[in-house]
Nanobody, 120 residues
């Protein structure tokens, strides 16, 4: 089993920065891909950024050039550095991991979410 715990959300003014952390514990060897999604009020959950086991990174177009995903393998932690924040970035941010399992495909796991609020 894997557990994901997010931290680092909060209130920031537009143009500011925040860094989110997602600490994984348990059978972290099974994580194939890990990243961040977000869900704004009244909207569907959407991908923000992911990083795979072999280091491939994927960003949503809306955050390219502003957000950076990184990981510290020694700490089993993934970070999302968010710069030049817009009010539209306000959402609950969820850590998400795709886990290898005995079943075909990946098993998807979600963290509890952390609120990011960007004020104008």
């Amino acid at each position: 089993q894997v557990q994901l715990v997010e931290s680092g959300g909060g209130l920031v003014q537009a143009g500011g920065s925040l860094r989110l952390s997602c600490a994984a514990s348990g059978s972290t060897w099974s994580i194939n891909v890990i990243g961040w999604y977000r869900q704004a009020p009244g909207k569907q959950r959407e991908l923000v950024a992911t990083i795979s086991k072999d280091g491939r990174i994927n960003y949503a177009d809306s955050v390219k050039g502003r957000f950076t995903i990184s990981r510290d393998n020694a700490k089993n932690t993934v970070y999302l550095q968010m710069n030049s924040l817009f009010t539209e970035d306000t959402a609950v941010y969820y850590c998400n991991a795709g886990l290898q399992s005995t079943a075909p495909g990946l098993q998807w796991l979600w963290g509890q979410g952390t609120q990011v609020t960007v004020s104008s």
